[in-house]
């Protein structure tokens, strides 16, 4: 995407650059106003200041005495004098204004430069800088922050103080109770009661050059907040003598938005519009060769990590019935752990030269005959209804790679160790691979060198004409320079590290299946990527991944797709010997989609029986919206049971699962309420009908502030379609899918006053029963029609206000059905 923030911006830096110092203590003080938002910088100072406007038109000052600055280089320097300029603004965002400070030097240090925006139509704060050169040295900026200073200097007290971090890939994302808290990427801050709640969420909104961290500690004198929020690399930007480096990551500071579940939402809406991501949503789900094949994992005898084995339980696949839910997608995983493997080369030779030796039993390569290329295998998944994806281990090194191009290498050596902190060599960790050969750990690919780029666009440009749809990246930290020796020397590690991605995403196409796994919890790769794994190897569920990818519930399908790695639906335990029944394969599969968004199968599809299948189909498609499932008690549980799909003011889908496997549970689930304490927030003065979808058991209706009170079976996961009573008849569920219409209804039904007909489209399976479970509300069903499709009605078997409209086609495809009714 095309930065509009830095393009809009350099010229302005340079501009303010060349200016004269002149007397800063002359000039007014520089402010600007936005939604609510009021953001000055005091020249005297060296800082800025930021209040908010609350009730009675009375000023807060919510950011006290922030200083700015770049590496060991601060505004409130007492050699620094500073200058700026307002601007108005017109970027992704809308209308709004802009500060610009420069702060420049008496002594041979750097000028420093800083700007903020605020928006009309926006309660945040944007912020970014940069470096002015003029040391007359060549200087390598590794950190800048924009703020650093006292939060919420007003406030005496903060009761119920908690933070949730931001922290993404592998990392243990969590509500944390004490500080200091330091997150990467982001960190919200939150207090207040029940009356009132305030939140501080500060995070990278753009990533170019730098990974963001943020942090609040109390200080140790006054006991007040201490925020600081910071654009960092590990090699850092390379600025030339005379330089003017603005740069291109944007930074983000919201305190207007009190409530923190929406602080959080709207972070990631913002980071969504600034970075222009354009998720493709994994609606289908995948298999994993690997998983099929490894036998700790309960691999089927004949399964075989190659490409005819992918080829034939793609023919399982189909023999299933499955496709007529959604295609499926086959992973093949060429992974080979010897000192030479298909690692760098990443061509149809070395994939049918080298095969995985160990655990998943292949002789031979990866690639074999008939299926001996990327085109002829990929083909094969294509035209049986799948979606063919493979594997790349980014930074893992082949031994005869590196010598036979040594250039294409970081520091452009073939063996070169890499030094820890205490300046030796590390040892290889990898199990496997330092097992079969021990090396040292050595230093891999240079995503800046031209010849490398060029070797990896011929890559994946043999990729993309074999048809391939996706690609996961194993191990990608290994591939991120984080000591340098790249052939770019002005580049920083993070802005070698999207490399690794951006080619792929230019020769795949729009339409393609990036992931990242684990990562070092960055969300670096934002923009690039698809979807992002946070759990290591497993085919098992577990609370705390549960908790893990729901506290990330505003990022979920709006910046990436959340990946927990494999879930087995048949068996579990060492080697698979455990049959898993029907009330944990559920809430597996409904806690998956609840707080995830990618499902990854590790059985074979010709292990799965009827009823397996059936639970599947009614979570498939995966929603292709950037919706995701609220952890509602996520600031008052240690780990939450109760999630919802806020799909409209009206209509919501309620999650509520009891992580105890053993016994039963009781949840008592305020309806309305202030969400941050753990209610959904519905509103108080409507009535709501709630149905239970596992279960098809109608609940009832319930007043919007009234304790919805559940009894879950051990282990259980009931979803719960909640939708606002109205006073005419309406649709308030459908058995096809677990959400209950989102899904499966095309556009929400209609009703005519005039003709008295509640009308839709539902889109149906091919010889599959349909159910809407519809409240009459006072009306008398009449009758019932649909277009390409059978259509009966009857009574709902538990109240006489409800009526269930049936729809069968022996075709499938959408159906435009209506129910005609007439007045009590």
């Known amino acids: 995407m095309k930065n509009a923030f830095a393009i809009s911006t350099v010229a302005l830096f340079t501009l303010l650059a060349l200016l004269p110092l002149g007397d800063a203590r002359a000039d007014a003080a520089l402010s600007i106003h936005g939604k ?132 993404a890939g592998g990392g243990n994302t969590q509500v944390l109770r004490e500080t200091p808290a330091r ?24 990533y170019v050059d730098f990974q963001k961290t943020a942090l609040v500690d109390r200080d140790t004198k006054t006991g007040r907040l201490r925020a600081e929020l910071t654009a960092n690399d590990p090699v850092g930007r390379r600025i030339d003598p005379g330089e003017i480096y603005s740069m ?94 298909e690692q760098g080369w990443w061509d149809d030779r070395h994939w049918q030269m080298y095969g995985r030796k160990e655990r998943c039993i292949v002789e031979g390569g990866h690639y074999k005959k008939p299926y001996e290329t990327t085109a002829k295998w990929c083909q094969a998944i294509t035209e049986r209804g799948g979606i063919p994806l493979t594997y790349i281990q980014p930074g893992v090194r082949s031994e005869d790679y590196a010598e036979a191009f040594p250039e294409h290498m970081l520091f452009n050596e073939p063996h070169r160790p890499r030094l820890g902190p205490d300046g030796k060599p590390h040892v290889e960790r990898h199990a496997i691979r330092g097992g ?17 780029l060029k070797h990896i666009d011929e890559v994946y440009d043999n990729l993309a004409k074999g048809g391939m749809k996706g690609i996961f990246y194993d191990y990608p930290t290994r591939a991120c320079p984080a000591r340098g020796g790249m052939e770019d020397k002005r580049s920083t590690a993070s802005a070698a590290y999207r490399n690794v991605y951006r080619p792929a995403r230019k020769a795949l196409g729009p339409v393609c299946y990036l992931q990242e796994r684990l990562a070092w919890g960055s969300d670096l790769a934002t923009g690039l990527i698809d979807s992002q794994r946070t759990e290591v190897d497993t085919n098992a569920l577990s609370q705390r991944a549960i908790r893990k990818a ?87 549980r240690e780990y939450p049971r109760v999630f919802d799909f806020r799909i409209g003011d009206d209509w919501h889908q309620l999650i509520l699962f009891n992580d105890d496997p053993k016994g039963e549970a009781t949840l008592d689930v305020r309806l309305s309420g202030n969400t941050a304490f753990g209610a959904v927030g519905l509103d108080p003065r409507k009535s709501y009908y709630l149905y239970d979808f596992w279960n098809d058991r109608f609940i009832g209706k319930k007043l919007g502030d009234d304790t919805l009170r559940q009894r879950l079976r051990p282990g259980e996961a009931r979803v719960l379609s909640v939708h606002a009573v109205l006073d005419r008849p309406q649709w308030i569920a459908t058995d096809r899918h677990m959400m209950q219409g989102y899904v499966d209804l095309v556009g929400r039904p209609e009703w005519s006053e005039r003709d008295r007909t509640l009308t839709a489209v539902s889109r149906l399976v091919e010889k599959e029963p349909y159910r809407v479970i519809v409240a009459t509300n006072g009306h008398k069903a009449v009758s019932a029609s649909a277009q390409n499709a059978r259509a009966t009605l009857r009574p709902h078997a538990e109240d006489p206000n409800l009526v269930v409209l049936k729809l069968q086609s022996d075709d499938g495809g959408d159906a435009r059905w209506s129910i005609r009714f007439e007045k009590r």
């Open 36 to 167: 609510g938002i009021e953001v000055a910088f005091d020249r005297d100072t060296g800082t800025w200041n930021a209040w908010t406007t609350v009730a009675n038109e009375r000023r807060e000052r919510i950011l006290a005495d922030m200083v700015y600055g770049g590496d060991d280089f601060r505004s409130t320097d007492p050699d620094y004098a500073h200058s700026g300029e307002v601007r108005d603004i017109d970027d992704v965002f809308g209308k709004g204004r802009e500060l610009t400070v420069r702060s420049r030097s008496r002594e041979k240090q750097p000028t420093l430069l800083l700007r903020l925006r605020v928006y009309r139509g926006h309660g945040f704060i944007t912020a970014g800088g940069g470096v002015v050169n003029t040391t007359g040295e060549d200087l390598r900026l590794q950190s800048f922050s924009p703020a650093i200073g006292t939060a919420f200097p007003e406030q005496d007290e903060l009761p119920n103080l908690g933070f949730l971090t931001g922290v």
């Open 183 to 206: 997150s990467v990427n982001n960190l919200l801050t939150t207090f207040g009661t029940e009356g009132r709640t305030r939140s501080l969420m500060m995070g990278g909104l753009t």
């Open 436 to 452: 079969i050969y021990g090396i040292l750990f050595q230093e891999s690919y240079d995503y800046t060198d031209p010849g490398f």
């Open 550 to 636: 729901s506290l990330r519930w505003y990022k979920n399908r709006t910046i990436v797709s959340y990946d927990m790695d494999g879930k087995a639906l048949m068996a579990k335990g060492h080697q698979q010997q455990i049959p898993i029944e029907e009330e944990e394969r559920r809430a597996i599969l409904t806690m998956n989609y609840a707080v995830s968004a990618r499902l990854l199968l590790t059985e074979s599809f010709a292990r799965m029986n009827t009823e397996v299948l059936h639970d599947l189909s009614r979570t498939i498609p995966y929603h292709a919206t950037p919706l995701s499932a609220r952890p509602v008690d996520a600031f008052v």
């Open 248 to 341: 291109p990551d944007l930074l983000y500071i919201d305190f207007r938005t009190d409530n923190p579940f929406e602080a959080a939402e709207a972070y990631g809406q913002a980071m969504r519009t600034a970075m222009d991501v354009r998720i493709n949503y994994y609606t289908f789900p995948s298999i994993c060769m690997w998983f099929v094949s490894v036998r700790h994992f309960g691999g089927d005898r004949d399964a075989i990590n190659d490409t005819p084995g992918a080829v034939r339980e793609m023919d399982r696949i189909a023999d299933s019935g499955f496709l007529k839910y959604s295609p499926v997608a086959v992973r093949l995983v060429p992974d080979n752990y010897e000192a030479n493997n």
